[in-house]
C-alpha cells in the first residue's frame, strides 16, 4: 500500500492511499466417527464402534484479490470528507462474472467545533454526517458451481448431487444506500446517542428459489430483482456512576425496519423461498414485503369469531392467508457493564 499525507494549507489537509490485498482461505477437515452407538458404555473411542467406523474429509479454498484507493480532505478540525474504491475478484464466482467495482463517499461536519467559545459546558462532541455507497457481494465458496459428493458403499463408487443446484451465470448482488447521521455526547462524555436513518436499494438480489425435482434438484440460486430497504436506528448510552475507581455503563439501541420487493426476475411476480407439506410457505411478492409468510388459519365468521368444526377443531381457511413476515419490523437491545478503572 502506498499513503500521502499533507498539509495543502493552514486549514486544508489532504490525506491518500492506494494498495492491493490478497487473502487465500484453506480449509481442511477430517473426521472419523463410531456408527450404531458404543460396544462399552462411556468407552469414547473408535475401537468400541458398534457398526463400521465412518470418515469423512473436506476441503476448500477461497482467493480474493481486490485494488482499492481511498482520498480525504478535512477543513480546520470540523468539515470531512472522504471517498473510496474498490476493485474486487472472488474465485467463488464464475469468470467474467467474478469481478465488481464499488465506490462510497461520505461527509461529515464536528458542528460543536464550529461552535468554539458559545459551546456549552455540558456538550461535548456533536457531528453530523451523510454518506452514499456501493457494496458489493458474492457467494459462499462453491454454492455457485453444479458440484457432486463423491460416495463410496460396499467398495463401489458413486456421486451424489446436493438437493441445491449451482447456477454458475449468477453475479454479484450490489447495495445502493444513502445514510444520514447524528451523533451527540454530553456532560463529559457520560451521556451520548447515534440516530441513522436510511435508505438502500439492493439489486441482483442472490437468493434461493425452489424448482420442480425434474430439473434436478429443489432449489436454485438465483439473482431474482430488486430489493428496498428503508430503517431507522438509535443508539443511546451512559455512564450513571463513575467514581475514581469504578463506573457503571448502560447502553441500548432499537431499529424500525421496512423493506418492499420492487422487482423480480424476467415474467416471475411471486417468488417461493420454502415450502412445508403444502401447509405453509414463505414468498416474495412485487410490491410487498420480501419474506411474507403463508398458512391455513382458523378460519372467522362474519364478527371474526373462531369457527369451531363439528369434530371440536377449529375450521381452517380454503386457501392460505398471510400469517406473518420472516422480518421483524422492530428489534432492540439492551446491556450494562461494571468496571474498574
Known amino acids: 500500500m502506498l499513503s500521502y499525507d499533507r498539509s495543502l494549507t493552514e486549514k486544508i489537509d489532504l490525506s491518500a492511499a492506494v494498495g492491493w490485498q490478497g487473502r487465500n482461505e484453506s480449509v481442511f477437515i477430517s473426521e472419523v466417527r463410531t456408527t450404531e452407538g458404543l460396544s462399552v458404555e462411556n468407552w469414547f473411542h473408535l475401537n468400541a464402534s458398534t457398526g463400521n467406523k465412518d470418515a469423512n474429509m ?23 470528507l472522504e471517498g473510496t474504491a474498490r476493485q474486487e475478484k472472488i474465485s467463488t464466482l464464475a469468470p467474467g462474472n467474478n469481478s465488481f467495482f464499488y465506490l462510497s463517499v ?56 446436493g438437493t441445491t443446484v449451482g447456477n454458475e451465470g449468477i453475479q454479484p448482488e450490489k447495495k445502493y444506500e444513502w445514510e444520514f447521521g447524528l451523533e451527540g455526547k454530553f456532560l463529559g462524555n457520560r451521556l451520548g446517542f447515534d440516530v441513522s436513518l436510511y435508505t438502500n436499494t439492493v439489486k441482483n438480489q442472490i437468493l434461493e428459489t425452489t424448482i420442480p425435482g425434474s430439473a434436478g434438484g429443489r432449489a436454485l440460486l438465483m439473482n431474482v430483482g430488486e430489493l428496498k430497504n428503508k430503517g431507522l436506528e438509535v443508539a443511546v448510552y451512559g455512564t450513571p456512576i463513575r467514581t475514581k475507581d469504578w463506573n457503571w455503563e448502560l447502553r441500548g439501541n432499537f ?41 391455513y388459519a382458523p378460519a372467522p365468521d362474519a364478527n371474526g369469531n ?18 406473518g413476515n420472516y422480518m421483524p419490523k422492530v428489534s432492540g437491545g439492551g446491556g450494562w457493564n461494571i468496571g474498574k478503572l
Open 306 to 323: 373462531k369457527i369451531v368444526a363439528e369434530d371440536g377443531f377449529y375450521k381452517v381457511t380454503d386457501e392460505m392467508v398471510k400469517v
Open 255 to 295: 431499529s424500525i425496519y421496512k423493506n418492499e420487493v420492487s422487482k423480480l426476475a424476467d415474467g416471475i411476480d411471486q417468488l417461493t423461498h420454502w415450502e412445508l407439506d403444502g401447509a405453509a410457505k414463505m414468498i416474495s411478492t412485487v410490491g410487498r414485503s420480501a419474506g411474507d409468510i403463508y398458512a
Open 106 to 161: 461520505n461527509g461529515s461536519i464536528v458542528y460543536t467545533e464550529l461552535m468554539k467559545d458559545s459551546r456549552p459546558a455540558w456538550f461535548d462532541y456533536g457531528k453530523v454526517r451523510i454518506s452514499y455507497g456501493i457494496v458489493g457481494n458474492a457467494l459462499d465458496i462453491y454454492n455457485a458451481n453444479q458440484a457432486y459428493t463423491q460416495l463410496t458403499t460396499g467398495g463401489y463408487i458413486y456421486n451424489i448431487v
Open 58 to 80: 473436506t476441503k476448500k479454498e477461497l482467493l480474493k484479490t481486490a485494488f482499492f484507493g481511498t482520498i480525504s480532505l478535512s477543513y480546520d478540525s470540523w468539515a470531512y
